[in-house]
């Protein structure tokens, strides 16, 4: 069971063809499973509070009798591994963001009586072409890792502490993954992740490799498309610009996480960058790249947060106009910087500024799909309406899979393929299109 974000998932994918490959059949369902194992995310509170409860649940089916051992892994007890053993005593087993790969050759010794740790001090696992995976998305996408960890220090942010220090694969073994993928599955759509993409290669060399990686994949992705998250606003280079618009089959959508528009706080989180930096870079990106769709996501309620650097924030994204938004409260995590800061702001003013910048953005974002009325786009189809009656789900490439909206289609279509819509309505986050 795999919780947290796509770089989680690509994780759990890597494990379940080790298992497979000891010759484990995996079930359906945890009850009547000999073995449960959770990969966890522990990133902010929330993310801890989600894992700790299915956790629990599970612990619960095993005093019960309906699994036998239950193992976990990941964000979580790379954090709290002695906690989680000592305070849920039917955990057999506990494996860290580096260690998960062990899990298959520790089988035998679950069955043991002494719960099992296996969590590195500094996580320095990096996966490559050489590791199988068992596809847990759709056979039409899939994600590719090109990086583990992270050397920015956010100073709101404990990755770096979780996954390690910064560590890029080489454009080869990259490569030889996708190669590998794209003979398996009909694989339609590509989406490169990372901490921060944009400093791909950047430990090797001092400079950023990523340009490079776009342009040799591209090919490899002839009959797709190519999507890029998770990038950082002090990384993105001109070169890496004129990549992303050049090239055809890379999708014109930029995942810039912004985090806030006071270069005061910016500064006391650590970002590296100022406002004007990033207004500047924006405007590059827009005045250089026909079709652009610009994500970004945002923190309210860091520490000192003033009423006024919180204007300051919504007026920023109202002159802006992101295309997509995510917004998260700030959550005071223990392991950074900012866990000691000062003027840490109460929750219901957190609460009430979250709710305030997802009321904006989601008036942006239904101004903005109605613009898009009466247009035709390419769209690649998610899954087909359980009703039937030609109805579909999709995406064009505006929309990253799961944190985005979706295009609602009626028409002749089929799962996994592209097709063209003209766009008939709009929602707050959503569009309705027929097929054309």
């Known amino acids: ?37 959770v990969n966890t995310c522990g990133f902010i509170q929330d993310a801890k509070e989600e894992s700790i409860e299915l956790v629990l649940q599970l612990a619960e089916l095993k005093k019960s009798g309906k699994i ?63 590791y199988s995976r068992k596809i847990l998305t759709p056979g039409h996408f899939a994600y590719v890792k090109i990086q ?32 590998t993928l794209k003979e398996e599955n009909d694989i339609k759509e590509l989406v490169l992740i990372g901490q921060d993409t944009t400093s791909f290669g950047i430990d090797r060399g001092g400079k950023s490799e990523l340009a490079r ?77 026909d079709g652009l769709t610009l994500r970004t996501s945002v923190i309210v309620g860091f520490p000192g947060e003033t009423d006024e650097e919180f204007r300051e924030l919504l007026d920023y994204l109202e002159e802006i106009r992101f295309d997509r938004l995510g917004a ?19 929750i219901e003013v957190k609460e009430q500024r979250f709710d305030e910048v997802m009321r904006l953005q989601q008036r942006i974002s239904s101004e903005n799909n109605l613009r898009l009325l009466e247009s035709t786009v390419k769209v690649l189809i998610d899954e087909e309406d359980a009703s039937g009656s030609d109805q579909f789900t999709g995406r064009s490439q505006m929309d990253a899979p799961e944190v985005d909206g979706s295009v609602y289609l009626k028409g002749s279509g089929k799962v996994g393929q592209f097709c063209t819509a003209r766009i008939t309505g709009s929602m707050e986050y959503d569009l309705v299109g027929e097929i054309i």
Not at 154 to 178: A, D, F, H, Q, T
Not at 229 to 249: K, R
Not at 277 to 282: A, D, G, K, N, R
């Open 1 to 37: 069971m795999s919780l947290g974000c796509p770089r989680n998932l690509l994780d759990s994918e890597v494990l379940l063809a080790l298992l497979e490959g000891k010759g484990l059949e995996i079930a359906g369902e945890p009850e009547g499973s000999d073995i449960a194992i």
């Open 213 to 289: 990686l776009l342009r040799e994949v591209s090919p490899l992705m002839e009959e797709g498309w190519v999507r890029l998250l998770y990038t950082h606003p002090a990384h993105f280079t001109d070169e890496l610009i004129e990549t992303i618009t050049e090239v055809d089959n890379i999708c014109k959508y930029v995942d810039l996480p912004i985090q806030h528009a006071s270069s005061r706080i910016l500064k006391v989180m650590n970002r590296r960058v100022k406002k004007d930096e990033m207004t500047s870079l924006i405007k590059k990106l827009r005045e250089r790249m």
């Open 328 to 346: 998260f409260i700030y959550s005071r995590e223990e392991g950074t910087p900012a866990f000691g800061f000062e003027n840490q702001i109460p």
């Open 68 to 130: 036998k051992k239950l193992v976990v892994t990941g964000c979580l007890p790379q954090r709290y591994p002695k906690e989680l053993a000592d305070q849920i005593k039917e955990i057999d087993a506990v494996f860290g963001t580096s260690d998960f790969i062990k899990i298959p050759g520790a089988l035998e010794k679950l069955f043991s009586d002494r719960c099992i740790k296996e969590v590195s001090l500094e996580p320095d696992f990096l996966y490559d072409h050489t």
């Open 148 to 179: 583990e960890g992270c050397s920015n220090r956010c100073s709101y942010c404990v990755i770096p502490n979780l996954k390690g220090p910064r560590r890029s694969r080489s454009i080869e073994s990259v490569l030889k993954e996708i190669e």
